[in-house]
């Protein structure tokens, strides 16, 4: 039995959650399943998966397996995509991790148009705010709002944003607009609680060249932004979030700027990847998909 199927099995009954789902998605019988995982337990001499009839869960071995044979089943599928002579469309799976505003607000609903363009490409999406690596969960493409230092990754610029203050058309209309950012302490704010730190994070202004910064006050503390927004729409304050976040409520008029002569500059999105697939095909169409996402 080639041990390349069944690393391939036992990656399809992790991601499926069952071995009945993996058999359906392989085309295969759940009893040839069942023999693959069992015959690459048999060749390493250790239990990937603790299983009973109602559930199944990874073991530690299992958890390193399955990340090794990720990576290990991308490399194989690229060197096949680039040794196809007369085939150079990007191919294969492509496994990428993205925040989650990222994900659902701008990503998902384009997503129709890149798989049409690239039918042969498979992608596996996980949705997290967390710095993730790339290398032990086998991911090729990581998209992060804001500089992550010296990682050794490649890093390209997909847009910039900016800090902006807004408030639903209701609450504006009842209590009126500030002027200046000292006029904050006057109107209730929402403010976003660092979920490490417990503190509640400083809005950033600049204005003719000076930056400065206000620490919001109000009843509403929160440490989940889309929620924020949505108490903003609902007429709940003021908040400061960063453009990226804001323009779909800003676009479809819920939510109108404040202070937009105060605006400060935010941090970059940026797409990671690693130095040694930078000239990979399916990472290089998918950079430049995102790219567009962000220039139309």
Same mark, same amino acid.
């Given at each position: ?13 992790? /991601?499926?959650?069952?071995? &009945?789902?993996?058999? !359906?998605?392989?085309? #295969?019988?759940?009893?040839?399943? $069942? *023999? ?15 299983? %009973? *009839? ?5 073991? /530690? ?7 090794? @044979? ?9 060197? !096949? ?6 085939? $150079?469309?990007? @191919? ?38 967390? #710095?993730?690596?790339?290398? /032990? ?6 998209? +992060? ?15 910039? *944003? +900016?800090?902006?203050?807004?408030? @639903? ?10 002027? %200046? ?15 490490? *730190?417990? #503190? ?20 509403? #503390?929160?440490?989940?932004?889309? &929620? ?16 990226? $976040? ?18 400060? @500059? ?13 000239? $990979? ?9 995102? +790219?567009?996402?962000?220039? %139309?």
């Amino acid at each position: 039995m080639d041990r390349l199927d069944m690393l391939k099995v036992f990656c399809t009954v992790v /991601e499926a959650g069952a071995f &009945s789902r993996a058999a !359906e998605k392989l085309s #295969m019988s759940t009893s040839s399943v $069942t *023999t693959h995982v069992a015959a690459l337990e048999a060749h390493f001499k250790v239990r990937l998966l603790n299983r %009973t *009839t109602r559930s199944m869960s990874l073991t /530690e071995e299992g958890r390193h397996c399955h990340q090794q @044979a990720l990576r290990l089943l991308a490399d194989m599928g690229e060197l !096949e995509a680039g040794l196809r002579a007369s085939d $150079t469309r990007p @191919a294969g799976v492509l496994r990428v991790d993205l925040p989650s505003v990222i994900s659902r607000r701008y990503v998902a609903p384009a997503l129709p148009r890149f798989l049409r363009q690239y039918p042969e490409l498979e992608l596996r999406i996980t949705v997290s705010d967390r #710095m993730v690596d790339m290398v /032990e969960e086998g991911v090729d493409v990581l998209v +992060r709002i804001g500089a992550l230092g010296d990682s050794g990754l490649v890093a390209r610029k997909l847009a910039a *944003t +900016r800090y902006l203050c807004c408030a @639903a058309p209701a609450f504006l209309q009842q209590y009126g607009w500030p002027e %200046t950012p000292d006029a904050l302490d006057q109107f209730a704010c929402l403010g976003f609680l660092n979920p490490r *730190t417990r #503190m509640v994070r400083p809005w950033r202004f600049s204005h003719e060249g000076k930056e400065s910064s206000h620490i919001p006050r109000g009843l509403v #503390m929160m440490d989940h932004v889309e &929620s924020l927004v949505a108490a903003a729409q609902a007429g709940c304050g003021i908040i400061q979030q960063m453009s990226v $976040t804001l323009a779909p409520a800003l676009q479809e008029g819920s939510l109108l700027p404040v202070l937009s002569e105060w605006q400060a @500059a935010g941090p970059d999105i940026v797409a990671l990847y690693q130095p040694t697939r930078r000239e $990979t095909a399916k990472v290089k169409v998918f950079v430049e998909f995102l +790219r567009e996402i962000f220039t %139309t």
